[in-house]
């Protein structure tokens, strides 16, 4: 019996896990309740664990020796007031599982449901590590995400290889894409002060208005991507917040401005944070100042090549070639991207559509279509018994 038909039979179960976690979501780094619903799963499964993980993510093992592979799902849900009337409709007002982070944990359980028997039968030589992952979403007051925490505190130092899976509420349910080297973009983030000199709005010509410099320096940073990077790299910088004022006759003092800058290299994600320290710096030239900082965030998710060529294999064989696909690039950010630089990786998506409402991630309307939960469960469980026999 396939994995795929095995997960099938599991469908209720992992449903039913889902729907409790969407029911009961929590916020970065707060997964208590969560972390308990998986080792409660893992301790009827008699796999053990580890809790306190990045504070509150739990690691567990099954095998030991190597091969050695881990598998991923992140825990956490949004600040988000959830708008649809389901059964199963989050009851922590103002919290949603609008990521699908509730999929992930239910699917992951899944594939240990399923490995856990295999390694008892003596089917399965080797170790697969889970690593139940908080805060995908958030970072805590130190600026890191769990993901970070994790590799940080070694949860990837004894495995030679890792994989996570994200569904996706806009592709097609039952589908598989994945994609080799550079996936999902690096996220950092910027904020600025433009310092003028306020005054009398009738008398602009007396004070040093910041909202005029503010839009020169605007203007230089949306020319950025277009006459400064080559065309041929992808990235993108997005003024995301901006302040000023409060009285219609009276020119501020200063205007705070904010935004994210994302690329995929290195040398572009350098160039652009060159560019917009320059753009900052016209203020100058008309005799303002300002006050830039900019924040390194995730990373450049990077697929490696031989383990997205393995995903697209076990992917045809599982699905069939016709729901497999090529995955896109993405300006969006994963925290995936710690680990996969700490280790080789492979993040792919699954298709979740529920319906045909628009229903994007980040939502108060999001949701998918969970016959896609089974599916990325035979997908991590089936990568890693291939990963086991064949390495
Ligand atoms: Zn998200
Ligand atoms: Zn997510």
Same mark, same amino acid.
């Given at each position: 019996m396939t994995y795929l038909t095995r997960a099938h039979a599991l469908t209720d179960k992992l449903i039913a896990i889902r729907r409790d976690l969407h029911a009961h979501p929590e916020l970065a780094f707060q997964e208590v309740r969560t972390a308990q619903r998986v080792t409660e799963t893992l301790h009827e499964l008699g796999i053990e664990y580890t809790t306190g993980i990045a504070k509150t993510g739990v690691v567990a093992y099954l095998g030991e020796g190597a091969p050695r592979i881990a @598998?991923?799902?992140?825990? &956490?849900?949004?600040?988000? @007031?959830? %708008?649809?009337? =389901?059964?199963? *409709?989050?009851?922590? &007002?103002? +919290?949603?599982? /609008?990521? #699908?982070?509730?999929?992930?944990?239910?699917?992951?359980?899944? %594939?240990?449901?399923?490995l856990s028997e295999d390694f008892k039968q003596g089917k399965l030589k080797g170790t697969v590590k889970f690593l139940f992952q908080p805060a995908e979403e958030n970072t805590d007051a130190e600026g890191k995400s769990g993901g970070r925490r994790m590799v940080e505190e070694g949860a990837l130092d004894d495995v030679d290889a890792v994989v996570g899976l994200h569904v996706v509420s806009s592709m097609p349910s039952g589908r598989v894409y994945v994609r080799a080297g550079p996936f999902m973009a690096a996220a950092d983030t910027f904020e600025a002060e433009v310092i003028g000199h306020g005054g009398h709005g009738a008398y602009a010509h007396e004070s040093l208005d910041p909202i005029w410099l503010s839009v020169q320096v605007i203007n230089a940073i949306h020319?950025?991507?277009?006459?400064? =990077? &080559?065309?041929?790299?992808? #990235?993108?910088?997005? =003024?995301? /917040?901006?302040? /000023?004022?409060l009285a219609l006759n =009276?020119?501020?003092?200063? +205007?705070?401005?904010?935004? $994210?800058?994302?690329?995929?290299? $290195?040398?572009?994600?350098?160039?652009?944070?060159?560019?917009?320290?320059? /753009?900052? %710096?016209?203020?100058? +030239?008309?005799?303002?100042?300002? *006050?830039?900082?900019?924040? *390194?965030?995730?990373?450049?998710?990077?697929? &490696?090549?031989?383990l997205a060529e393995f995903v697209r294999v076990i992917a045809t064989d599982l699905v069939g070639a016709e729901n497999v696909g090529e995955a896109e690039m993405q300006m969006g950010a994963e925290d995936f991207s710690f680990m996969a630089r700490a280790k080789p990786g492979v993040f792919f998506n699954v298709g979740a559509k529920k319906d045909e409402q628009s229903r994007p991630h980040h939502n108060a309307i999001f949701d998918i279509d969970e016959s896609a939960i089974p599916i990325g469960a035979a997908m991590l469980a089936e990568t890693a018994r291939r990963y086991l026999s064949e390495h």
């Open positions: @598998l991923r799902a992140d825990m &956490d849900a949004l600040p988000i @007031l959830e %708008a649809n009337a =389901v059964e199963y *409709k989050s009851q922590n &007002d103002g +919290v949603m599982h /609008a990521c #699908g982070h509730d999929a992930h944990v239910a699917g992951l359980l899944g %594939a240990a449901m399923m020319g950025i991507i277009s006459r400064r =990077v &080559d065309p041929i790299k992808q #990235g993108v910088i997005s =003024v995301c /917040a901006i302040h /000023a004022g =009276v020119i501020p003092g200063s +205007v705070q401005l904010g935004g $994210t800058i994302r690329s995929f290299e $290195t040398r572009v994600q350098d160039q652009l944070h060159a560019d917009l320290e320059r /753009a900052f %710096a016209l203020t100058r +030239v008309f005799g303002g100042d300002y *006050k830039l900082s900019i924040t *390194k965030g995730y990373l450049p998710t990077v697929n &490696d090549p031989k």
